[in-house]
């Protein structure tokens, strides 16, 4: 999936707010909260933390079929 610019522009408000957003990936929805973008292996990703347990989760953003904005 490649971010369009609102949806960048989000992320990275997300990131700022600690604000919790949800990626799509093979099906499953996550639910996260943002911590910062990265790159691995030449692909951007986000680590991300687990809103309940805390848990560390990167996210390639490749491998995405949508994020969305928790209200």
């Not at 989000?10 to 639910?31: C, K, M, N, Q, S």
Request: aromatic share 8%; hydrophobic share 45%; glycine share 10%.
């Amino acid at each position: 999936m490649s971010l369009t610019f609102a949806q960048y522009d989000a992320l990275e408000r997300a990131i700022v707010d600690g604000a919790r957003i949800t990626f799509f990936r093979r099906g499953t929805e996550y639910l996260v909260i943002p911590m910062k973008i990265i790159t691995v292996g030449g692909a951007e990703a986000v680590v991300a933390r687990h809103p309940t347990t805390g848990a560390s989760l990167t996210i390639r953003l490749d491998e995405t079929s949508g994020l969305g904005l928790v209200k």
